[in-house]
């Protein structure tokens, strides 16, 4: 079996990551999943900055973030994300509760490389978060300079 | 016999004496002392009146000569006797015998011939003409004063000293007399010759000789003579005379005035110039030799025979209005002129003729304008470039408050606000450019000081060249208009004003409404979300531990999320279809229904349905839009037909004036038409849950969409007894492409 990658999940919403950790989890992903509680933090954890600054070099294999956060928003993250050299290229989804129109435009613009709408029923939802999990962090091959995590 | 007959008779002394006194002529006996001894009766006769007795008186009688004449009257009438006397001898003494004829007959002969020769010479000499004699030889025999005046010299002796050789001397081209004189000789009855002939100072003129040859017996010239008279003159008034008449006739046919000449007994045409026949329209061989009468060319002939003897009389008829037929049988106003002309011999009438229908039928339109604009209520007045007025109508005086004697004259400049006055120069300056000015609002000061508003048209006034000579401008009282627009004005700000803070109000509920349907999108569903997963977490760590009851429960729990989430799905398109831009396409509605009818794939398995779709037209529509529509529609047939065996769903459209009208028909439930007005609500249903499943936000989607698009929504339906809904949508019939009348008429 392929070595999982690193996952980050920016989620504000406890019950969300406890629910979308339980899918990846059913299917062994949970493991190398690191939780930020909004944008600052994201954007902390990535830029290697405040409580994150002792983190060893490399980005995630992937992003799932959520849009709407406090203090900065998933959009605003994605953004900052796009327009980094270093991060451009690390694949960003966005996982929220919305199919606004206008985020899913904003969203593209920005350059997201996936665009999902969680599922209302859990089922679904369990689904969709272990595909996406699967797929990003398994069969997926990130861009140089991912960190991998230990299997 | 005779000379026995003499001795016999004149030894008888009385028949000698009887012979002797009856004699015709005179006889008288005179002594040498000039006695008269004997006299007869025809002496005594005409001596009658000197002598009572003739015997005895004494004559003096010449000796010498055998003729001798007694002059003078011997009677009252002066007769003329010859006296010839003659020696006679009786008895040793001398006589005188004188023999008196009368030649009284004689002398007058010779008098008169004397006199007539005295004439002619005295012509010859004073005639006005050059009269001559030369000899063939080109010698001057004779010549008058004339002749030598004529050419140069102060005498005929003169010039006969001078004159060697007349050929050389007198001719221009010396060789011309010779030529004359063949010519002459060959034919006598030429007699008359034009040479150019040199004066003494060698100057030229042109002459003409008349000549006569005198001849001797066998037919020869002996010598020419003739008179010369100079017709350089008379040559040069004959150019004169034939370039006038030629001028003349240059006037005559290029004149743009119609001339005419006619007979004046019977009017009949004897030539009549271009301008004249253009009046009419004849052609010059239609007129001349014709009569006006015969022409029909006087609608009223008496005024003809008026003018005829107007000319006969005076001489002229002048400026006659006349009323004239053309050859095409209109009539034209003209106005005649003419005078008396006599032409071969005959008196005619050479009449001026100038056509002034246009000028009349100007004047009368001018009079008819004239007219209408005295009447006009508008204020017309006319002024010049400077602004000074020249005429102004009754609609003016009521505009403007000053009457005509009033106002003519004084500037334009008076009736402006004195801060608007410089506005004339710019008038003026457009129209200078030729422009017309239309509709120009200002304002104009009444007499009595008011301000007045107007709309004015101003425009230039051309003299027959085309320069601008003044200004025409009418004025229209507008104060009413004003007035109506202020208040228009006002009103349409007020409304502005309101539409704006109503647009203003509406933005903001607008943004609002965004930013809740944002919330809801994002924050409503999140928390059933957590109800959802946390109860489907519970049922697996309650799995084998939880009854029936239990489970039901957190299934109703389940049930009711979904329900809810399907709701704010609902909820959030139909939110989203009101603020979403349309985007119009051409669009075939029968694609579309076919596509929703093949989308359904669960919902009519197994079903009994017949699709009745008829001709659909391609309209111009947002095509996600009407593909809801239909879904809509045609969802609802299918599911509110489920209770019937066969399932029977018409899809149908209609033309009307500018919309066309779509509608779908159902055999289902049906509905009570009184909740008719209900249908197309949001979450307004007329059927429970459990029957028919739904959230009621279908139909009031449908009217939205028709709504944005410009259309309708109605339905009508019993209970039992089938439903049909129908929206409409406008068109036009010459759309862009014509699509519409072609797929109708497939």
């Known amino acids: 079996m392929e070595r999982l990658k690193s996952i980050l999940l920016a989620e504000d919403n406890h019950m969300d990551v406890e629910l979308t950790l339980e899918a990846l989890g059913r299917h062994n992903l949970a493991n190398e999943v690191e939780v930020v509680n909004d944008g600052a933090e994201a954007l902390e954890y990535l830029y290697r900055r405040g409580k994150f600054s002792s983190r060893p070099a490399g980005n ?25 050299p270093n991060l451009k290229m690390m694949p960003v989804v966005v996982l929220t509760s919305s199919r606004e129109e206008s985020d899913l435009i904003r969203s593209y613009n920005l350059g997201v490389n996936a665009y999902v709408v969680k599922p209302l029923e859990f089922e679904e939802f369990v689904t969709a978060v272990s595909r996406l999990g699967v797929f990003w962090a398994i069969i997926n091959e990130p861009p140089p300079g991912s960190s991998r995590g230990i299997a | 016999m005779a000379d026995s007959f003499k001795v016999q008779y004149l030894e008888d002394a009385g028949l000698l004496r009887s012979l002797i006194d009856k004699s015709q002529d005179g006889m008288m006996l005179i002594d040498s002392r000039g006695i008269v001894l004997f006299a007869n009766a025809a002496a005594i006769a005409v001596f009658a009146d000197r002598y009572d007795h003739l015997v005895g008186a004494r004559f003096e009688i010449s000796n010498s000569s055998d003729d001798m004449e007694i002059i003078g009257p011997v009677r009252e009438d002066t007769r003329y006797f010859e006296m010839r006397a003659s020696e006679v001898r009786w008895r040793g003494q001398t006589y005188n015998l004188a023999v008196l004829r009368d030649i009284t007959g004689r002398k007058l002969v010779e008098q008169k011939l004397r006199i007539s020769e005295q004439n002619y010479r005295h012509l010859f000499e004073h005639a006005a003409l050059g009269i001559f004699q030369v000899s063939l030889r080109g010698e001057i025999k004779e010549a008058n004063h004339s002749f030598a005046r004529m050419f140069g010299y102060k005498s005929p002796q003169e010039m006969k000293e001078l004159v060697k050789k007349v050929d050389s001397d007198l001719f221009a081209d010396p060789s011309r007399r010779l030529q004359n004189i063949r010519q002459f000789q060959q034919n006598p009855a030429i007699g008359v010759f034009e040479n150019d002939y040199k004066r003494r100072d060698g100057s030229v003129f042109t002459g003409r000789a008349h000549l006569q040859s005198v001849r001797d017996a066998q037919g020869n010239i002996l010598h020419i003579e003739g008179f010369v008279e100079d017709i350089s003159e008379r040559r040069k008034s004959d150019e004169a005379l034939r370039k006038s008449e030629e001028r003349f006739s240059k006037v005559f046919s290029s004149s743009p005035v119609g001339i005419s000449i006619t007979t004046l007994s019977e009017g009949r045409f004897v030539d009549a110039n271009q301008a004249f026949l253009n009046v009419y329209g004849y052609a010059r061989d239609e007129v001349v030799g014709h009569t006006s009468s015969e022409l029909k060319m006087w609608v009223n002939p008496e005024v003809r025979d008026e003018i005829a003897s107007e000319i006969r009389e005076k001489g002229v008829a002048q400026e006659k209005e006349v009323t004239l037929r053309m050859k095409s049988g209109d009539l034209f106003t003209g106005i005649f002129s003419s005078e008396i002309i006599e032409i071969s011999g005959e008196d005619c009438m050479i009449g001026l003729l100038r056509d002034i229908t246009d000028q009349k039928l100007a004047y009368e339109a001018r009079s008819r304008l004239a007219v209408i604009v005295e009447s006009a209520s508008d204020a017309i007045l006319a002024k010049t470039l400077d602004g000074v007025i020249t005429a102004w109508n009754h609609g003016a005086e009521i505009l403007y408050g000053y009457s005509t004697a009033e106002i003519l004259g004084r500037n334009i400049r008076s009736l402006y606000p004195p801060e608007d006055v410089e506005e004339e120069d710019a008038i003026i300056k457009r129209l200078m450019n030729g422009e017309t000015v239309r509709q120009f609002e200002s304002v104009r000061i009444r007499k009595n000081g008011a301000p007045v508003d107007v709309s004015l048209t101003i425009s230039p006034i051309r003299d027959v060249e085309g320069r601008i000579v003044g200004v025409s401008q009418i004025a229209r009282d507008i104060s009413e208009r004003k007035k109506v627009e202020q208040q228009i004005r006002s009103l349409n700000e007020e409304l502005e004003k309101r539409v704006r803070e109503r647009t203003a109000q509406l933005e903001a509920a607008n943004k609002e409404l965004e930013a809740f349907s944002y919330s809801v999108s994002h924050d409503l569903r999140a928390p059933l979300r957590h109800i959802h997963g946390y109860s489907d977490l519970l ?15 957190l299934k109703y729990i389940s049930d009711s999320v ?15 279809m009101g603020r979403i831009e349309m985007r119009k396409t051409s669009v075939d509605l029968r694609m579309i229904v076919e596509g929703v009818i093949g989308s359904f794939g669960e919902e009519i398995s197994g079903r009994d349905i017949q699709w009745d779709i008829s001709d659909l037209p391609t309209v111009e529509a947002d095509a996600a839009m009407l593909r809801l529509v239909f879904q809509n529609l045609l969802g609802n047939a299918v599911k509110y037909t489920r209770p019937r065996p066969k399932a029977i769903i018409s899809i149908g459209s209609e033309f009307r004036s500018n919309e066309v009208i779509f509608s779908v028909k159902d055999n289902g439930v049906g509905f009570d038409m009184k909740y008719a007005n209900n249908l197309f609500g949001v979450f307004q249903r007329l059927h429970r849950a459990d029957e028919f499943e739904g959230t009621g936000i279908g139909l009031a989607n449908v009217r939205r969409i028709i709504h944005r698009h410009g259309g309708n929504t109605w339905a009508e339906g019993a209970t039992d007894h089938g439903a049909t809904f129908y929206f409409s949508l406008p068109y036009q019939k010459k759309g862009q492409d014509g699509t519409l009348e072609e797929h109708t008429s497939r």
């Open chain 2, 539 to 553: 049922t697996r760590s309650m799995e084998g531990k939880s009854d029936e009851k239990e489970l039901r429960y």
């Open chain 1, 60 to 84: 995630p294999a992937v992003v799932l973030l959520d849009i709407k956060m406090p203090k900065v928003n998933g959009l605003e993250v994605l953004k900052e994300i796009k327009g980094d």
């Open chain 2, 562 to 576: 979904r329900e809810m989430g399907e709701l704010i799905d609902d909820l959030l398109a139909f939110s989203r």
